[in-house]
């Protein structure tokens, strides 16, 4: 048997987090199959000019699971994660990501930053750091 861990998203947010009805209804409309996807939930923050984590927050408070990590790290099926370590890593992007860690971890807003900087896809800087070992940290929806 094995533990499925779905639902109670708005548990992790303080019991009288608000719900803007503006937010709501963007994130309803791009959840109509019943999940969001990473990068529909950063077009809404883009397109509302407000920070990820905003939606983030209104996505877990309507309880609709984020799906489809643009790093790979979750949300895909059936294996959950699709990302895989990359072969090399040049020396220049392992300085860059290495440079970039916080405690130990490189913060999803700087692997996006990194991505960007080198011309490289946002799955290409994860499987970079799947070959260094190391983790992603502190999603910038707060999926983790």
Same mark, same amino acid.
């Given at each position: 048997?094995?533990?499925?861990?779905?639902?109670?998203?708005?548990?992790?947010?303080?019991?009288?987090?608000?719900?803007?009805?503006?937010?709501?209804?963007?994130?309803?409309?791009?959840?109509?199959?019943?999940?969001?996807? =990473?990068?529909?939930?950063?077009?809404?923050?883009?397109?509302?000019?407000?920070?990820?984590?905003?939606?983030?927050?209104?996505?877990? =408070? /309507?309880?609709?699971?984020?799906?489809? =990590?643009? /790093?790979?790290?979750?949300?895909?099926?059936?294996?959950?994660?699709?990302?895989?370590?990359?072969?090399?890593?040049?020396?220049?992007?392992?300085?860059?990501?290495?440079?970039? /860690?916080?405690?130990?971890?490189?913060?999803?807003?700087?692997?996006?930053?990194?991505?960007?900087?080198?011309?490289?896809g946002k799955m290409k800087l994860a499987a970079a750091c799947e070959a260094?070992?190391?983790?992603?940290?502190?999603?910038?929806?707060?999926?983790?």
């Amino acid at each position: 048997m094995t533990l499925k861990k779905t639902g109670h998203y708005a548990k992790k947010h303080p019991a009288d987090s608000q719900v803007k009805p503006e937010i709501a209804e963007a994130v309803k409309q791009q959840a109509s199959t019943g999940e969001i996807s =990473c990068a529909k939930a950063h077009k809404i923050a883009r397109d509302l000019k407000i920070p990820p984590s905003e939606v983030g927050l209104i996505v877990d =408070c /309507l309880e609709i699971p984020l799906v489809k =990590c643009q /790093l790979g790290l979750f949300g895909y099926r059936p294996q959950k994660r699709i990302v895989k370590p990359a072969e090399t890593v040049t020396e220049a992007l392992n300085d860059a990501i290495q440079g970039s /860690l916080v405690d130990g971890r490189l913060p999803c807003r700087a692997a996006w930053k990194i991505a960007r900087k080198f011309g490289i896809g946002k799955m290409k800087l994860a499987a970079a750091c799947e070959a260094l070992k190391i983790k992603v940290s502190s999603c910038q929806l707060g999926a983790f």
